[in-house]
């Protein structure tokens, strides 16, 4: 039982461990953030323009393919003017005529401001592209240090995470399965150590013949009050 518990004890810790870790390795340190943060910026920008220019590319092929339209109608309805029979037809036609106007100018002025907002965004597309090879070196060489300790922290997980692996193919199954359940239902924590008599997850005194039962070794001894798995390392009470 012993063996056994010593066991889940160095997996918690080592679950721990490796939680508490990724999250430092994925958290950039607070003098840095700004200016990852900016880098990280600068990069979505470019993403942004190429997609906005795809966007305005295709807007404008919309366009003038509208405008292709309307001067077609404009051609139809100028015919139509020429072979009218009455006053009150030629009206009717000249009001068409005056309509698909209106709409020309519209998507002519649409087609424009288009080619104006595509031309602007290319240049500044290239001008970004241009520089961003040079940033993103000078931003890696800012966080140099950081990356260097990032790798280290991966080297220390990959030895902490075979060590789970390692002890996890040592406990029987029931036991690990009943771990991770509490791991899972109990924060994290699944296993919680006797400090002077008391749990010391939740701080409520052990009966005395349940630390006898600790004490003897005997059997997975629960605390009355969080239900955790109690673990005394044979030091005190
Ligand atoms: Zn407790």
Known sequence: MSGLLDQLYRLQDRIRFVQARQKDRDTVPEDLSDIDREHRER???????????????????HAEGELADFQEKQKKYQGQLRSVQSSREYGAVLNEIDGVDKQIRTTEDRVLALEEEIENASEDLAAREASLPRETAEHEEKLKDWRTTQRAIDEELAAAQSEIREIEGQIPPRERAEFHRLIE?????????????????????????????????????????????????????
């Not at 990069?43 to 092929?61: F, G, K, N, S, T």
């Not at 008391?198 to 005194?205: F, L, Q, W």
């Open 43 to 61: 990069v979505e920008a470019v993403q942004r323009i190429r997609e906005r220019l795809v966007e305005a590319e295709a807007e404008r092929r």
């Open 185 to 237: 239902k109990k924060g994290g924590l699944a296993i919680a150590r006797v400090a002077s008599g008391s749990c010391s997850a939740c701080h409520v005194k052990i009966r005395p013949a349940a630390m006898q039962i600790l004490k003897a070794n005997r059997e997975m001894v629960y605390c009355d009050s969080c239900k955790r798995i109690l673990y005394w390392d044979g030091q005190g009470n």
